[in-house]
């Protein structure tokens, strides 16, 4: 219905392109929350309370909710030479939101993501090498003792280390790989869609296009499975 009914194709572009918005976002807020409750810094752990998770996912919402307005004005059903009937109406529309879900859905909350990623790495290896020499301390009587014990402490900070790193990059590598090709996808379609095309082109450029649709519904539901899988006793 989505492709003939104007109302239904917008409304579901609106909340597609929104709550993918929200959703990338509320993770790299998960992750600065992450960074600062991981601080060795009691004023930036004090920051990280509930009400202003609260308020940032508020913010988040609206603000994605503003941004993603366009797609009501640029979305329309019943057209043709576009991958989908129901897609943008112009070739300017149809770039502007191309490069909005480029930078503000994708690039810029990975980006985020991994810098934020790896602030939590170098927080939790100040915090372990804060606590390492109260090992020593205790174990000072015992020259044997110390060196088991500062081994035993520098297998588990590599190993420790090593799972974050995983799941950081296994995160932002898979996310950038189902959801940068729908946007490349998304900006070919929208330069050539005046473009003459042959029927076998057509199909062609169609189901590929399809296909990147899906990765990004893929995308939504996969950090989950990447804490759980490549996270070890981390998670």
Known sequence: MTNTNQFLCKLRIFVFFDSLT???????????????SSSINANY????????????TIL???????????????????????????????????????????????????????IFGLMIISNVRQTQTRLHP????????????????????????????????IMLFIQVLIILIFTLPLALSK???????????SALRNT???????LFLLFLNVASGIPFYIYTLSGGNVF
């Open 204 to 210: 062609i450029e169609n189901f590929i296009f399809n």
């Open 60 to 114: 988040i919402i609206l603000l994605s909710t503003i941004i993603e307005t366009e797609q009501l004005f640029c979305y329309e059903a019943n057209l043709t030479n576009t991958p989908l009937k129901c897609y943008s109406k112009t070739v300017m529309c149809g770039i502007i939101s191309d490069i909005f879900f480029a930078l503000i859905t994708v690039l810029c909350p990975l980006l985020l993501m991994f």
């Open 187 to 197: 900006l070919y379609s929208t330069i050539t869609r005046n473009v003459p095309k």
């Open 22 to 36: 929200i959703a990338f976002w509320l993770i790299v807020l998960a992750t600065i929350d992450r960074w600062l």
């Open 134 to 165: 109260m090992s020593r301390i205790i174990n000072n009587h015992d020259d044997h003792n110390i060196g088991v014990v500062s081994t035993k402490h520098q297998n588990k900070q590599r190993k420790t280390d090593r799972q974050l790193l």
């Open 45 to 56: 752990r004090q920051k990280c309370t509930l009400k202003k998770a609260q308020r940032g």
